[in-house]
């Protein structure tokens, strides 16, 4: 079951940007939880950290987007945004939406996050 919804995917060229944006599913019920975040998985790779954002507003970078990728929440609750800016090709990937309350040691893993959006592709061609 959905529970988050993404947005704002696309192709782009080296050194473009992209917005993605991410939101509760119509009609659904989510609960409190203390961080919102970013991952990405790339065809044959397993899932990995982007960027997590805490209800006080803290934020947290994998080492490869420092710098050129910004996550911030939106004025709705349970909305967050990433703008990602000079991107290369490595970031070529799908970008998952996750929310819940993790552990501090599962902070930076997927299985600290309990709500999933469906994905959104980002494609960054050289």
């Known amino acids: 079951q959905v529970q988050l919804v993404e947005s704002g995917g696309g192709s782009v060229q080296a050194g473009g940007s992209l917005r993605l944006s991410c939101g509760a599913a119509?009609?659904?019920?989510?609960?409190?939880?203390?961080?919102m975040g970013w991952f990405r998985q790339a065809p044959g790779k397993e899932r990995e950290f982007v960027a997590t954002?805490?209800?006080?507003?803290?934020?947290n970078y994998a080492d490869s987007v420092k710098g050129r990728f910004t996550i911030s929440r939106g004025n709705t609750k349970n909305t967050v945004f990433l703008q990602m800016n000079s991107l290369k090709p490595e970031d070529t990937a799908m970008y998952y939406c996750?929310?819940?309350?993790?552990?501090?040691?599962?902070?930076?893993?997927?299985?600290?996050?309990?709500?999933w959006g469906q994905g959104t592709q980002v494609t960054v061609s050289s």
């Open positions: 954002i805490s209800t006080d507003g803290t934020t």
């Open positions: 119509a009609w659904t019920y989510l609960p409190n939880f203390n961080y």
């Open positions: 996750a929310a819940g309350s993790p552990h501090e040691n599962n902070r930076y893993s997927s299985y600290g996050y309990n709500y």
